[in-house]
């Protein structure tokens, strides 16, 4: 089965800075990769996500990239704010959608001020 | 508000008891899902429903037992818990809508957390 691993686990960084959180999946046919946010005492919400047929997305202060010949995908946030701390999860799917999402283990995410 | 409700919010059960967790969602949406989450580890899906009907089980144990009445409603009734079963537990909904691209987000209650002493 597919099996996803999320690093890093916990990243600081100041507020106006980047973050990175990357991902590495092991099954190449693997063709979703959503991205969700949790916050504090809330369930995951989606907030960006790539299929396998696209290399980079962007959504305003939000990107993925997607390497299929090395199988990890990373999430980019740009210009970082207090609001985006929270905890972050990636996950991945062969069947092109939600259906059958395998997650990785979360990265709490804290934007200093 | 993702449209998806989960009660109780909080539950404290001591390991002989019998309690349910209820998940409710009014957003046309035809596959409910059931998942763990432990402190650091990944989201662990245990159950899925498509159309009422049960399409997997994660090698749950039985002690979990889910209940679908509805395409709207999705139950977990537990009985004997061991205290390594107290987590945060997930209902998703997802709008099925065949195979592809309708299906790419899954949509979450904000959990029932559980704790089993």
């Known amino acids: 089965g597919e099996n996803v691993e999320q690093h890093p686990s916990t990243l600081s960084v100041q507020e106006g800075d980047s973050a990175v959180i990357k991902c590495t999946y092991s099954d190449s046919a693997s063709n979703y990769f959503p991205w969700y946010k949790q916050e504090l005492g809330k369930g995951p919400q989606l907030i960006i996500d790539i299929r396998s047929n696209v290399g980079e997305k962007k959504d305003q202060r939000i990107a993925v990239t997607l390497n299929k010949t090395a199988k990890h995908f990373s999430l980019h946030i740009t210009e970082t704010q207090p609001e985006d701390s929270a905890v972050y999860f990636c996950?991945?799917?062969?069947?092109?959608?939600?259906?059958?999402?395998?997650f990785g283990s979360g990265t709490q995410l804290t934007v200093l001020p | 508000e993702t449209g998806v409700t989960q009660t109780p919010r909080h539950l404290v059960m001591g390991m002989t008891n019998k309690k349910s967790l209820k998940c409710e969602q009014h957003l046309g949406h035809n596959a409910m899902y059931w998942y763990k989450q432990s402190a650091k580890k990944p989201l662990e899906l245990m159950f899925v429903?498509?159309?009422?009907?049960?399409?997997e089980n994660n090698s749950v144990p039985s002690r979990f037992s889910p209940e679908c009445p509805n395409s709207s409603h999705l139950f977990l009734h537990l009985h004997t818990l061991q205290p390594e079963d107290s987590a945060l537990y997930l209902c998703?909904?997802?709008?099925?809508?065949?195979?592809?691209?309708?299906?790419?987000?899954?949509?979450f209650g904000q959990g029932t957390r559980l704790t089993v002493v």
């Open positions: 996950a991945a799917s062969d069947s092109g959608s939600a259906r059958q999402l395998t």
């Open positions: 429903y498509n159309f009422k009907e049960q399409t």
């Open positions: 998703a909904s997802i709008p099925f809508k065949g195979t592809g691209a309708q299906n790419t987000e899954a949509f």
